[in-house]
Structures are given as C-alpha cells and as structure tokens.
C-alpha cells in the first residue's frame, strides 16, 4: 500500500504561522508534482500550492499567494508548507498530493494527482 504522511497542523491564532510537512511515494512521470489541496466544511476541495520535483515551478492559489511558502525537502518525495500571517479562512482539512502530472494544464485538479494523504487539520481562530 502506498504510504502519504502529513503532519503539522493544529491550531493557530489569526496572523499566525503553522509549518505542514508531507512525504509521499513517488512518480511514474519524468517530472511530477507534490502539493496541497484544501476542504473547508461546506465548501469544494481547493488548491493550495504545488511543486514539480525536477523542475522545481511553484504554483500558489490567489487567496495564499505572499502568505504560504512551498518547499522540498532533502528527503526524496518530502515537501512543506510553510504559513504565515494566517486567515480565520485558511481553517480547512488539508491533504497532501502525490504523483501529479508536472505536464498538465494549471490550475492543478485533484484528478491529476494518484496518492493522498489522509489529511491534517489546520483551525485557526480570530
């Protein structure tokens, strides 16, 4: 079974900073992409930020951008998320992607992706 581990979530006043960490099997693609969607109670899955292993191209989400930092790690298949200066908005289950096409037409869409995380919980209060 294919292993998606996240972790760093939790609780967070408004303006805040919380760091999510996820590591997760690899690609079958030359060049793949790791990230993150999101899913607020009430509301669709949406993505957060992405990045393609080799390449190393960042995609962030609007409402994120100048916020959220993504990164990889030394570890293969390691990325994180750092935030900051967090919303009351930003409260969601967040779940790590895996294994996601680089070549694909942005925005990311959660079918392009083939392992996932279970999710972590980031609350973040006013």
């Known amino acids: 079974q294919v292993q998606v581990v996240e972790s760093g979530g939790g609780l967070a006043q408004a303006g805040g900073s919380l760091r999510l960490s996820c590591t997760a099997p690899?690609?079958?693609?030359?060049?793949?992409?790791m990230g993150w969607f999101r899913q607020a109670p009430g509301k669709e899955r949406e993505g957060v930020s992405f990045?393609?292993?080799?390449?190393?191209?960042?995609w962030y989400a609007g409402s994120v951008q100048g916020r959220f930092t993504i990164s990889r790690g030394n570890a293969k298949n390691t990325i994180y998320l750092q935030m900051n200066s967090l919303k009351p908005e930003d409260t969601a289950m967040y779940y790590c992607?895996?294994?996601?096409?680089?070549?694909?037409?942005?925005?990311?869409?959660?079918?392009?992706?083939?392992?996932w995380g279970q999710g972590t919980q980031v609350t973040v209060s006013s």
């Open positions: 992607a895996s294994d996601g096409s680089a070549y694909y037409p942005l925005p990311p869409r959660s079918s392009y992706f083939r392992y």
């Open positions: 690899g690609s079958t693609f030359d060049d793949y992409a």
């Open positions: 990045i393609s292993w080799n390449g190393g191209n960042i």
